[in-house]
């Protein structure tokens, strides 16, 4: 008797825990489908928001050798050898060099002063033309133009080569790195912000087309500009 109802009692307990459990999983079954859409919308939110907060700035570059041609207005102010109005190094021996022994020569002053003296007083003059045209003495759009002119010659196929897309997107970075530091110190210019915003929307247009035309030439520039595609492709927001 005993044993009938110790079995009749499990007969009933596993009823009631299979009844529990289809029970449970039937709720479950009805609340999966919007527990997982949840959880789906939670997870593409979560990567938009990642994606969004490792995405690389589209204005400033990451230092390359390219930069390291370049100056800034410290390090041009710093420098005693470049100078102003795209002066070659032909040009600066001409000037600096040949100039002062031929004018010597054509003067006759090497006879009456000696030649030594006369070159002297010749030199004297030469270094005041250094000064006048020195890039440590120019200003902030001097050095912007010396900057381009840089980055003409780095990315230029050939010589006189300006109309190249590495070339004008080497160009415009110059311009947007120049343009961004003169807006950290003034933030209220909002006309060159606009300005900034086209600029960086120019090169990404500029880049578009290089993409299109060599996907080798256009990876090598985006490298030496110390750019990512991902802040260059796409919707750009500043």
Known sequence: ????????????????????????????AKKHPKQIK??????RAAKAAEFERTKPSPIVSQHTPFFETLHTPASAYASSEDTQHFLTKA??????????RDTVEASNLGAVEGVDEALKHEQGKVEVMKKLVGLQN????????????????WFQKQPGDTGSPEVQA??????IHNLYSHLQQHRKDKHNYKQLRSMVHKRAKILK???????ERYNTCLSQLGLQPRAVEGEITL
């Open 1 to 28: 008797m005993l044993c009938r109802a110790q079995a009749a009692w499990r007969t009933s307990t596993q009823v009631v825990s299979k009844c529990s459990f289809h029970s449970s999983a039937a709720q479950f």
């Open 38 to 43: 949840k959880e789906n919308l939670a997870k």
């Open 91 to 100: 040009d600066r021996d001409f000037l600096f060099e040949q100039t002062p």
């Open 138 to 153: 120019g200003n902030a759009k001097a050095v912007q133009l010396w900057n381009i002119q840089r980055t003409i010659d």
């Open 170 to 175: 080497g160009i415009l970075t110059v311009r």
């Open 209 to 215: 087309y290089l993409k299109s035309k060599d996907l």
